[in-house]
């Protein structure tokens, strides 16, 4: 059976998906359509290009996720780390990410989006300049570009981009004008409602797989107490406002909640043990669903 699939934003512990992947692939799912949001924009590419979750658990084992980072030597002083954010406007370049994507895409004949099937991928982006976040490849044309000839894996590097942990990505339109493209996730963490036609039957059933800290799960108030936990609760309003209307809606018909404790978004230094662990959280979660899922 053909389906769609959404995958939330959720950093290292993205690695959940894979387990979901699995589950779905051996109830006889296969995918036409993927869309994501910074690490699920990660796992839609790869699906999109046709890897399967087999194939993208074993880069999952091999991979050593702190290498994507790229860290210079010189960021052991702390004060280099102060000067990085505030002149680059990020901790890291992403330049490893991209690469080790564009790597995995290659291997599977994929560069721009032109190569995969016309509407099978789509990726969210916040554009901070203009204030507005922007479906890719399809809102490349408001930026004066042809959406057929960007890179997949660019595109994916600027939902991925976490706002001072990776540089912003500047992408220049067509008079010139830049505009400073950062993570999906501040505007739209689970974008849910791109597949979503409203009161109408969509074209295909989809399901939407989304990483949650138990927090969020059980729908606990947040406390806020001090300025970093305010900074981090705009964040989290940002993200989640535009997408609440739509989980709300579909939340008990269409969503896979894969709740997740004690990794952290950023834990590059994830061990195997505990990405086996995901993959097995993403797996469960998966297999509850389904056995009421009746689409």
Known sequence: MWIDV??????VKGFAFVGALEVLERSGYRFKRAAGTSAGAIVASLLAAGYSSAEMKKIMEQLNP??????????????????RIYFKMGLYSG??????????LSDKG??????????????????????????????????????????????VR???????????????????????????????????????PGNELPVRPF???????????VQEPKKIRNAVELFHGLFTAMGEAHDEKTIEKLKESNVVFIPVNKVNTKDFQVSREERERLFRIGAEETSRFLKKWSY
């Not at 959404?6 to 950093?11: A, L, N, Y």
């Not at 330049?95 to 790597?103: G, N, P, Q, S």
């Open 207 to 217: 399901i939407g797989l989304q990483i949650l800290s138990r927090e969020t799960y």
């Open 66 to 83: 702190h290498r994507l980072l790229g860290v210079p030597d010189r960021m052991v002083f702390p004060f280099y780390k102060w000067l």
């Open 6 to 11: 959404v995958f939330s934003g959720g950093g």
């Open 95 to 104: 330049d490893f990410l991209e690469r080790w994507l564009e790597k995995l």
């Open 110 to 155: 994929i560069a721009k989006f032109s190569d995969l099937p016309e509407g099978s991928l789509k990726i969210i982006v916040s554009d901070v300049s203009k204030g507005k976040m922007a479906v890719l490849p399809d809102d490349l044309k408001d930026y004066g570009m042809n959406p057929g000839s960007f890179s997949v894996a660019r595109a």
């Open 158 to 196: 600027m939902s991925a981009g976490l706002p001072f942990f990776f540089e912003p990505v500047s992408l220049f339109d067509g008079n010139g004008e830049r505009s400073l493209m950062v993570d999906g996730g501040i505007l739209s963490n689970f974008p849910l409602w791109i597949f979503d």
